[in-house]
């Protein structure tokens, strides 16, 4: 007989119980409590060790899983999901649906511990709070949300849009990507293969023959001799300088003066500046119009925002809106980045001589621009926040977009013009000495 946990008030005390009944339903568990004097708030079944997983067994149909999901996968499931709402199915059975439609891992493991949950009468929401490496909290808010409000279907919808969005425009910082990082791989493998083994072949020459070098050509001979002594360093200095960075970020000081500097430096601070801005407006409008309290929604745009200068302005902001304050005017207001130590020497490092003048002159520049505050304050003024916060995030997204096609169009050019100066100055350097020596011989 299953055992069913509950709260009531005491008719006659006022006072609030917590207790269990054993009932074959959960018609006749209420009747028993009324018949108590209860007023029933809240009754679910209470759930069995074993369900709970206190055997340490693994549950039926669940494969062995490493890591979170991937969001590709999640949008596609958030998608398909709002589609069987709509079309009437129960939330249990769609979930059913795709989980049987799902491939092992995370996400189906994910889907069946779901389904377990909401048999056990837990809601949609408080089921997916349990799988926190498949659905975020700002997943499970928006679905609690919903699930209030009674538009679960509705928020589905606004959901998978969201996430659909974002996946776009992230597929297309990657995909304008994928081009130079190629380029420049297969360029500095070519060069690698002339300094190590063609360039060695060419001393020998000038050795036999005792031909006065060109500084030119000394200097190719000492880069050649380097790379050929110590070529490990090649695919060790980027190895070595992404432990360093990630030592550097495990304090909070030198994490923040990472993301300062990201978020400055040379042409590509621009364009991760405003794929923030457009991830955070978006995030926040989706959860305000999806009923999301205020206080709440600025908490989750924070941590989805994966960067400490935003995470400290939206803290801000959320302390400012606590003390009666509206929004934009915090907002402008603590978007000036601080003075860090760190940035200043990745600054340094990054552009030897100038580095820290730049940084000097640019680090008080606000990360968030007048067209974002000029928008949230219309949008408070008229109740329309959200719509404004969607505008905001739609502007951004075409100056992304327009931005990375931008500038892959510009690193075409500078690939070639640098690889076009390396082979010259390869060329010129080995074959300067090879005319004095043949016209020596001559």
Same mark, same amino acid.
């Given at each position: 007989?299953? #055992?069913?946990? =509950? %709260?009531? !008030? $005491?008719?006659?005390?006022?006072?609030? +119980?917590?207790?269990?009944?054993?009932?074959?339903t959960e018609a006749e568990a209420q009747a028993t409590i009324r018949s108590q004097g209860y007023m029933i708030t809240? +009754?679910?079944v209470q759930k069995q060790a074993a369900a709970a997983g206190g055997s340490g067994k693994k549950k039926p149909g669940r494969s062995f899983a490493i890591g979170g999901v991937k969001?590709?996968?999640?949008?596609? =499931? #958030?998608?398909? /999901?709002?589609? /069987?709402?709509?079309?009437?199915?129960?939330?249990?059975?769609?979930?059913? !649906?795709?989980?049987?439609?799902?491939?092992?891992g995370r996400l189906k493991n994910s889907l069946l511990d779901t389904?377990?949950?909401? %048999?056990?009468?837990? #809601?949609?929401?408080?089921?997916?709070?349990?799988?926190?490496?498949? =659905?975020n909290r700002l997943y499970v808010n928006m679905i609690r949300a919903g699930e209030a409000g009674g538009a679960l279907e509705v928020i589905l919808r606004r959901l998978s849009e969201f996430m659909e969005r974002s996946q776009s425009l992230k597929r297309k910082v990657k995909g304008a990507m994928v081009y130079p990082i190629v380029v420049v791989s297969v360029a500095v493998g070519i060069l690698t293969f002339i300094m190590i083994k063609i360039v060695p072949q060419f001393?020998?020459?000038? $050795?036999? =023959?005792?031909?006065?070098?060109?500084?030119?050509?000394?200097?190719?001979?000492? !880069?050649?001799?380097?790379?050929?002594?110590?070529?490990?360093?090649?695919?060790?200095?980027?190895?070595?300088?992404? /432990? !360093?960075?990630?030592?550097?970020?495990?304090?909070?000081?030198?994490?923040?003066?990472?993301d300062l500097f990201t978020l400055k430096v040379v042409i590509f601070g621009q364009l991760v500046e405003k794929n923030i801005c457009s991830r955070s407006t978006r995030t926040l409008g989706t959860l305000l119009a999806s009923g999301v309290p205020i206080l709440e929604a600025l908490n989750i745009t924070k941590e989805t925002s994966g960067n400490m200068m935003f995470e400290q302005l939206f803290s801000k902001v959320s302390d400012s809106i606590r003390d009666g304050e509206s929004i934009a005017k915090p907002l402008k207001e603590f978007s000036v980045p601080p003075f860090n130590l760190v940035a200043l020497l990745f600054w340094a490092v990054f552009l030897p001589g100038v580095g820290a003048l730049l940084y000097l002159t640019k680090y008080k520049k606000r990360v968030v621009d007048d067209l974002v505050v000029n928008m949230v304050d219309v949008g408070e003024e008229s109740g329309e926040l959200d719509t404004m916060l969607y505008k905001v995030a $739609?502007?951004? $997204?075409?100056?992304?977009?327009?931005?990375t096609e931008s500038l892959t169009s510009l690193m075409e050019p500078l690939l070639i013009i640098f690889l076009g100066g390396a082979v010259g100055f390869i060329v010129i350097a080995l074959f300067m000495p090879l005319i004095k020596l043949i016209t020596d011989l001559s």
């Amino acid at each position: 007989m299953p #055992t069913y946990q =509950f %709260e009531a !008030i $005491d008719a006659s005390t006022g006072k609030e +119980i917590r207790d269990v009944v054993d009932a074959p339903t959960e018609a006749e568990a209420q009747a028993t409590i009324r018949s108590q004097g209860y007023m029933i708030t809240k +009754i679910k079944v209470q759930k069995q060790a074993a369900a709970a997983g206190g055997s340490g067994k693994k549950k039926p149909g669940r494969s062995f899983a490493i890591g979170g999901v991937k969001s590709r996968d999640l949008t596609l =499931f #958030t998608r398909q /999901l709002s589609i /069987l709402t709509d079309a009437g199915l129960p939330i249990l059975r769609s979930l059913r !649906i795709l989980a049987e439609q799902a491939e092992k891992g995370r996400l189906k493991n994910s889907l069946l511990d779901t389904c377990d949950e909401i %048999e056990g009468g837990s #809601t949609l929401s408080e089921a997916m709070s349990k799988s926190p490496k498949c =659905f975020n909290r700002l997943y499970v808010n928006m679905i609690r949300a919903g699930e209030a409000g009674g538009a679960l279907e509705v928020i589905l919808r606004r959901l998978s849009e969201f996430m659909e969005r974002s996946q776009s425009l992230k597929r297309k910082v990657k995909g304008a990507m994928v081009y130079p990082i190629v380029v420049v791989s297969v360029a500095v493998g070519i060069l690698t293969f002339i300094m190590i083994k063609i360039v060695p072949q060419f001393k020998k020459i000038f $050795d036999d =023959f005792g031909t006065t070098l060109p500084p030119m050509t000394e200097w190719l001979i000492w !880069i050649s001799n380097a790379a050929v002594n110590y070529w490990y360093l090649i695919p060790a200095i980027p190895f070595g300088f992404n /432990l !360093i960075v990630k030592g550097i970020k495990m304090t909070k000081y030198g994490r923040f003066g990472w993301d300062l500097f990201t978020l400055k430096v040379v042409i590509f601070g621009q364009l991760v500046e405003k794929n923030i801005c457009s991830r955070s407006t978006r995030t926040l409008g989706t959860l305000l119009a999806s009923g999301v309290p205020i206080l709440e929604a600025l908490n989750i745009t924070k941590e989805t925002s994966g960067n400490m200068m935003f995470e400290q302005l939206f803290s801000k902001v959320s302390d400012s809106i606590r003390d009666g304050e509206s929004i934009a005017k915090p907002l402008k207001e603590f978007s000036v980045p601080p003075f860090n130590l760190v940035a200043l020497l990745f600054w340094a490092v990054f552009l030897p001589g100038v580095g820290a003048l730049l940084y000097l002159t640019k680090y008080k520049k606000r990360v968030v621009d007048d067209l974002v505050v000029n928008m949230v304050d219309v949008g408070e003024e008229s109740g329309e926040l959200d719509t404004m916060l969607y505008k905001v995030a $739609d502007t951004y $997204d075409e100056e992304v977009a327009v931005l990375t096609e931008s500038l892959t169009s510009l690193m075409e050019p500078l690939l070639i013009i640098f690889l076009g100066g390396a082979v010259g100055f390869i060329v010129i350097a080995l074959f300067m000495p090879l005319i004095k020596l043949i016209t020596d011989l001559s």
